[in-house]
Structures are given as C-alpha cells and as structure tokens.
C-alpha cells in the first residue's frame, strides 16, 4: 500500500475542491527551492529512451502529461514535472479573471471512479498566467495551453478572446489548444459548428508568427459522421493536431450518489468512449492525437497509444492515485511495450489499426 493510498481517505474527507487547491499548494511549496525539487525528482521522475515520442515539433521524454483543468494558473508546473510527467497543459486560460460557476461545482464519483465538475471557466486570466510563467520559468518538459473564451462572450467575441489569449501567451508555448467542447459553459452559440472552428483558426493561423503548433480538443458525445466533418475541417485549416476527449455529459451505467450533478464526467466511465473517438480520428488521418479519458494505468495509457494516440493525459486518475501515476504508468508501459515487441513508444502508436 502507497502512501498516498493511505492518505487519500484524509484528502477524500474534504470537499474536492479545497482538496484540490490543497494539493496545488504543497505541489508549489515543493517546487519552491531547489533541494525540494530535486527530492520529488529523485522519488518519482522515471526516464528511458523508448519512451519518447517526437511530435508536435518537441521531444516529449514519456507520453502521459497532465490535462488541461489540474493547473489551470500554471502555478506547479515544475512540481508536476518533478513527478515525472512529460508534458503538462495549463488552462483553460481566458483573456480576463472569472469566477465560473457558483460551488460546489466539483464532485467525486467513487464507486465509479469518476468525477464531475461543473467549474465553467474559472481563472486568474491571461496576464496573471503570462506573469507567473515570467517569473518561474516554463517547465523543462513541453508546456501546452490550452485557451478559452469568456463565459459572456458572443460568438464574434469569442474569436477576439482566443486571439487575445493566444498572442499573450504563445511565447512560453510549445503548443496551444482552442477548447470549443467544454460542457460546463453557457450555451450562447454552437461553439464546434464549422463556421466557428474555421474562423477560429483563420484568426490565429494570422497571428501565428511562431508557428506554434495549434490543436483543438473535441468531445466525446458527437456521432460519428459529425467526428469526421470535424476532421474535415481541422485537415483544411492545416490544424496541427487534436486532443480526443473531452469530458461527456453521458450518465450510463453510473453507481454513485453524485451521478446525477450537471457537468462534464470524467475518469473510468469515460475510457472506452474516448478510445473510440481516438481509434476513429486516428483510422482517418495522420494529424497528431493526444488521447484523453479514463487514463489511470499502463494499460489504459497502452490502449489510448495503441488506438493511434501520440501522447495521452489524464487528470481524474492523478486525483484518484497519487504523486507516484506517472511513474507507474511509464515502467508500466515500459514493460507493455517489451512484452509486445516494440522498441519505443513511437512503434506502438496505432498498432491496433494495422
């Protein structure tokens, strides 16, 4: 039994959010200094060549970051790397402060393994975000940002908020997300219609002086035919690569007393649907997939890969299994990969769809 395991029943007892901000604060109180850092490194971070994966322009030193939601203020992303992960996605940022929703608005599912959160944008905005990442620095491994817009934003609007984010903070970027599929936001227009994406992307495909890699994150809850108009679009704005999924709306097959919480649910439930919608995106194009949905273990993270996923993250199972995920993950998938013949991570991408 980890020690983690001992002590999440502590954790458990209080409301997860303020579980949540808890845990923040000790990951920020360790990555203060650098003998603090450099314990978690020696505690957790594990490497091997045959977990890197060239993509996106960046070498990523193992394939399972953190999702977009754990660090939304980028306020430990050097503690996170200090636990081993090879990537992190901060955000969603917006161009200003908002509050989101009213509390609670976060909710574990345990007996499902799961969580609920309705949390609708909240964050410290875009120059707050820019500043902390000027005074800390970015992480050694590849930062990902992924940009939204405000919660009272029209639809034209909407466009000027993700240029706005985009400009601020693509500097410290090794690639930028649009999140038009996020469940817990109002429902002024239809953030995925064609029209909207297409335009989205035009406004920073301008800006893009960089050439950072630009990507968008989906849902899982669309039809198939609507997966691939989708990608139809995502392959004529020369989108450079799609994060598959986001959180569902669905409820099927729930046992906790919280499953019937607005919002979008996370962890377990959703592993199989997002493995499809990777499975279905990677059978139809070579754009990059960071698969995302009930990644909690080797095998689920060797199922995403072998689906076609490139990279995965997860951010439920982090919550549910401790500072040592990224760890057990990467020997795990070292093993996988042994067993099945591969030599790297990048050999096993797809092997399912062959």
């Not at 980028?74 to 200090?82: G, M, S």
């Given at each position: 039994?980890?020690l983690?395991?001992?002590?999440r029943p502590l954790?458990?007892?209080l409301p997860?959010e ?9 990951l ?12 978690l490194?020696?505690a ?5 060549p ?7 322009g960046?070498?990523f030193?193992?394939p399972?970051?953190?999702a ?9 992303t ?19 402060a ?5 509390r609670?608005?976060?909710f574990?599912l ?18 707050r975000v820019r ?15 992924n940009?939204?817009k405000m919660?009272?934003?029209s ?6 908020d993700?240029?706005r984010?985009?400009?601020?903070l693509?500097?410290?970027?090794d690639?930028?997300v ?17 029209e909207?994406i297409?335009?989205i992307f035009?406004?920073l ?14 849902g ?10 989708l ?11 799609i ?5 569902t ?12 919480e607005?919002?979008?649910l996370s ?8 493995t499809?919608?990777v ?13 995302v ?11 995403k890969i ?11 199972g982090f ?8 760890q ?16 790297s ?9 062959e």
């Amino acid at each position: 039994m980890t020690l983690y395991s001992r002590l999440r029943p502590l954790a458990f007892a209080l409301p997860p959010e303020t579980a949540h901000d808890a845990g923040k604060t000790l990951l920020r109180a360790a990555q203060s200094t650098r003998p603090s850092r450099w314990a978690l490194e020696s505690a957790y971070r594990y490497e091997h060549p045959a977990l890197e994966v060239d993509c996106l322009g960046s070498t990523f030193p193992n394939p399972v970051g953190v999702a977009a939601g754990f660090d939304k203020n980028a306020e430990c992303t050097h503690a996170l790397t200090a636990l081993g992960f090879g990537f992190v996605e901060i955000g969603t940022v917006t161009p200003y402060a908002q509050t989101g929703n009213e509390r609670p608005r976060l909710f574990r599912l345990q007996e499902d393994e799961a969580m609920v959160n309705r949390m609708g944008f909240n964050g410290d905005g875009m120059d707050r975000v820019r500043k902390r990442l000027e005074a800390d620095g970015t992480p050694r491994i590849p930062l990902g940002v992924n940009v939204g817009k405000m919660n009272i934003s029209s639809e034209r609007e909407a466009i000027e908020d993700y240029r706005r984010v985009f400009t601020r903070l693509a500097p410290f970027a090794d690639y930028v997300v649009v999140n038009v599929s996020c469940p817990n936001t109002p429902d002024e227009f239809d953030e995925s219609s064609p029209e909207h994406i297409e335009a989205i992307f035009e406004t920073l495909h301008a800006e893009n002086d960089a050439d950072v890699p630009l990507l968008v994150k989906i849902g899982p809850d669309s039809p198939e035919e609507s997966v691939l108009e989708l990608l139809e679009i995502v392959e004529a704005q020369g989108v450079d690569g799609i994060v598959a999924t986001n959180t569902t709306t669905g409820r099927d097959g729930l046992h906790s007393p919280e499953r019937d919480e607005w919002g979008g649910l996370s962890g377990a439930p959703l592993r199989d649907r997002s493995t499809d919608v990777v499975r279905l995106l990677a059978s139809n194009t070579d754009v990059p997939i960071i698969g995302v949905g009930g990644v909690d273990s080797a095998e689920r993270a060797y199922e995403k890969i072998r689906a076609g996923a490139s990279l995965v993250q997860l951010y439920t199972g982090f919550v549910y299994n401790g500072p040592s995920t990224a760890q057990e993950i990467n020997r795990g998938l070292l093993e996988l990969l042994r067993e099945d013949g591969f030599s790297s991570v990048e050999d096993a991408i797809g092997a399912d769809l062959e």
